[in-house]
């Protein structure tokens, strides 16, 4: 199922093609009609159903064996990169929105305050438990 680029954004080449950009001396472009590089999606905005931002997409978890995103992991709060809290969200529960240039998920800040959630420092998805707290807490299906 092709993706449609917006109206104001044009195809630099064939659709599907993972040819080189021509205009930018043989780097590879990061973005097809259906695919997007990850540091294209990192730092993205996430909002409410309000459009309110909740934070930015820090970065997301792919799954080994399937090869599908299963979390996108969400940065919130802090200045400067101090005090900041991560949440995982899943994947399947964003939605992009072209008119706000971010992803959109249902939850708002009162419920966003009492999901799973970690520190910077942290590396909570070692534990296999984890995720499926994530899984329940946004009452999604479990990844693989």
Do not use: C
Not at 33 to 62: C, H, W
Not at 82 to 87: F, L, N, T, V
């Amino acid at each position: 199922m092709p993706t449609e680029l917006p109206s104001n954004e044009r195809a630099i080449r064939s659709p599907g093609s993972m040819e080189l950009d021509p205009t930018a001396e043989g780097i590879a472009t990061d973005e097809t009609r259906r695919l997007i590089a990850s540091n294209k999606v990192e730092g993205t905005p996430v909002f409410d159903r309000a459009g309110e931002q909740l934070g930015t997409i820090y970065n997301f978890m792919v799954d080994k064996v399937s090869g599908q995103v299963a979390y996108a992991v969400m940065s919130f709060g802090g200045f400067l990169g101090i005090g900041e809290s991560y949440h995982p969200l899943p994947w399947r529960a964003l939605t992009y929105d072209v008119r706000l240039g971010g992803y959109v998920v249902d939850i708002d800040q009162t419920r966003l305050a009492g999901a799973p959630r970690h520190g910077a420092g942290d590396d909570p998805f070692t534990d296999d438990e984890y995720g499926r707290r994530v899984d329940a807490y946004y009452r999604t299906a479990p990844t693989a």
